[in-house]
């Protein structure tokens, strides 16, 4: 009869350890997603499961202390059955076995390939049983973190996940339709920023439209006027002079007052210089805290080497913005000879400014398309392309498409409808 007893409760015990270690590992094993998701959801088995694991480390104690408990009694039964003869293998030999295998084993794998549904038919039971150990648990939980602390067990810290492991987990949940195509692009270009320079996502120096100290009050309004910005590096004579920055509204607010450069040097802004090697994301960052829209890169000489605006890094996480300044702003000029000029600028208006006829067999739009046209390939950041009257120079380029193109006239050209 006494021999009965034990092997039910020994069935009893590897059962409840069985049980314990399903849950454990159904439990923890649901996604953020998932759990998100019970947050919000109107079935209470659901709701009991995003509580329990509102407060993971409890519960895991709570599981952890009561299979250990289950466990040890199994050793016990089966030490029971046997009498003081038998040998140290049958008492702890097969009480290892059997909740390796049925205990923990089984029961995990299984677990594991039906967490859902494991979690919703476990849920009630793991929550009654979690509400009647509160108080051992707690004093238990106590317990543990004192000694965690002391012993500085836990206090190593997290490793932090990686852009790579970041970007991996973006693309998955693309693939699984989690996230949006445009919601993926978004998170991407942050992450990106975030491991960017902004020498990376700078104006070089050769784009930087500038105003020359020495000239006249009217020559840098209409400066502002013809290439529609609101802010202008002010120099002396060349871009390593930099007096400061002035934007159209101080410069309007105090025109009556500039009789000279000296006058219009105190009403500039004083430029805020960045390293190249800064972080792009650092960046964007303290130009928002100082409330500054641009700033000057500096190479390691402290040279200009380019300028970066909020919204260039901006556009490197969500693409480019255009508005309505971007329509008309097609280019910008550097000299009578030189412009610097966007892709998107049609091939038309570059006929008008140079009054030249390029030859368009194909009938692109754009210069951008017209230079891919003539090279049969997207050209890439640094291409060249010369014929006999201009040199382009692709200053910028993506995969699909060319950015920014250096476009320099090399000689004398022929007049539109002249014949001789």
């Not at 309007?252 to 009789?259: E, L």
Request: glycine share 4%; with cysteine.
């Amino acid at each position: 009869m006494l021999i009965s007893i034990l092997i039910f409760l020994l069935v009893l015990l590897i059962f409840f350890s069985a049980f314990l270690s399903a849950s454990e590992t159904a439990l923890f094993s649901l996604s953020h997603f998932t759990l998100k998701s019970y947050k919000s959801s109107e079935d209470s088995n659901k709701k009991i499961i995003a509580r329990l694991l509102s407060n993971p480390r409890e519960l895991l104690v709570t599981l952890m202390m009561l299979n250990v408990l289950a466990n040890i009694m199994v050793q016990n039964v089966v030490s029971s059955l046997f009498d003081d003869l038998a040998s140290w293998f049958l008492k702890v030999g097969i009480p290892l076995a059997l909740t390796l295998v049925f205990g923990e084993v089984i029961p995990k794998s299984l677990a594991l390939s039906n967490n859902d549904w494991i979690s919703n038919k476990v849920a009630k039971p793991i929550a009654f049983i979690e509400i009647f150990l509160g108080p051992v648990r707690s004093w238990l939980t106590s317990l543990t973190n004192y000694i965690s602390r002391f012993l500085f067990f836990f206090l190593k810290k997290e490793k932090k996940i990686s852009a790579k492991e970041l970007e991996h987990i973006l693309k998955t949940s693309k693939a699984r339709g989690i996230l949006h195509s445009d919601e993926t692009e978004l998170a991407s270009g942050y992450l990106e920023l975030q491991e960017a320079y902004v020498k990376e996502v700078m104006r070089p120096r050769e784009e930087i439209l500038y105003f020359n100290i020495n000239e006249s009050v009217d020559s840098l309004i209409n400066l502002m006027v013809e290439q529609e910005c609101s802010r202008v590096p002010v120099c002396n004579k060349d871009l390593d002079n930099i007096e400061g920055i002035i934007s159209v509204r101080r410069l309007f607010f105090y025109k009556d007052t500039i009789k000279s450069p000296d006058d219009l040097k105190k009403i500039c802004k004083k430029p805020l210089f960045i390293p190249e090697s800064t972080n792009a994301f650092f960046t964007l960052r303290k130009l928002r805290e100082k409330g500054e829209n641009l700033a000057i890169v500096v190479d390691e000489y402290g040279s200009i080497s380019g300028l970066v605006t909020q919204e260039d890094l901006i556009e490197s996480i969500v693409g480019e913005i255009v508005d309505l300044r971007d329509k008309k702003q097609r280019y910008t000029r550097s000299g009578t000879d030189v412009i610097i000029a966007s892709g998107k600028m049609e091939l038309s208006e570059f006929e008008d400014i140079f009054q030249v006829e390029l030859t368009n067999p194909q009938n692109v739009v754009t210069i951008g398309g017209w230079l891919t046209e003539q090279l049969e390939d997207i050209p890439k950041t640094g291409t060249k392309y010369v014929t006999n009257d201009f040199l382009f120079y692709v200053l910028a380029a993506d995969p699909n498409k060319v950015r920014r193109i250096y476009i320099r006239k090399i000689k004398p050209v022929k007049k539109k409808g002249n014949n001789g």
